[in-house]
């Protein structure tokens, strides 16, 4: 852990983040589709994305309730998730900044959104079509979301439900804004309480 380099990390997360929505709207391109649905004047009015906006940080109340009942009482695979969170996370960001944990925070939020949500539930939802296309899409796009954070097999199922439920407010805002706050603030917070205040002395 103190060979921790947490500029470089910062880095390489933005970087590969920052793809992960690059690719988004690239892979969207080809297809016809835009994954940055519910994001502008054209599609939503502005009211509806405050709204969207709100309803992100609310959503995120209860994933940082989850964390801390994870953290403390650990019961069970749940207390090898705790132990392996703790290890990655430390090893990645021991010693950074605020400043640097919101960066990537937020890149991740963007990011990871916009191909989750964006492209891959709203875009399986158009091509699938029917009444039932937004629930198929919603639980393609949760699997394929705990795929992609595999560390074990709780962990897996731990992201799958996370990513359900940022689709679930995908789907009942019609923006992206709302997964995009939740899922920013909440890594930003639960990367702030999983550093520990006594290794988050500076803010810049």
Do not use: K
């Amino acid at each position: 852990m103190s060979d921790s380099n947490p500029g470089r990390t910062t880095l390489i997360a933005l970087m590969f983040e920052g793809g992960l929505g690059l690719a988004a709207f690239a892979v969207g391109w080809l297809f016809g589709h835009w994954p940055a649905v519910g994001m502008n004047g054209t599609s939503a009015s502005a009211q509806q994305q405050f709204q969207a906006i709100g309803w992100g940080l609310v959503a995120t109340g209860p994933l940082v309730l989850a964390l801390v009942l994870v953290d403390r009482m650990p019961l069970g695979p749940l207390a090898r998730v705790r132990e392996l969170t703790e290890e990655v996370v430390m090893l990645m960001f021991r010693g950074a900044s605020v400043l640097q944990l919101a960066a990537v925070s937020i890149a991740a939020g963007f990011g990871e959104e916009l191909l989750f949500r964006g492209l891959v539930q709203a875009g399986l939802t158009e091509l699938i079509g029917g009444p039932a296309a937004p629930w198929l899409a919603l639980a393609a796009a949760s699997v394929l979301f705990g795929v992609c954070h595999w560390l074990n097999t709780t962990y897996a199922i731990l992201a799958a439900l996370a990513g359900a439920y940022f689709g679930l407010f995908f789907l009942l805002t019609g923006s992206l804004w709302a997964p995009i706050v939740a899922h920013a603030a909440y890594d930003l917070l639960a990367l702030i309480y999983l550093v520990r205040p006594s290794h988050l002395v500076r803010w810049q």
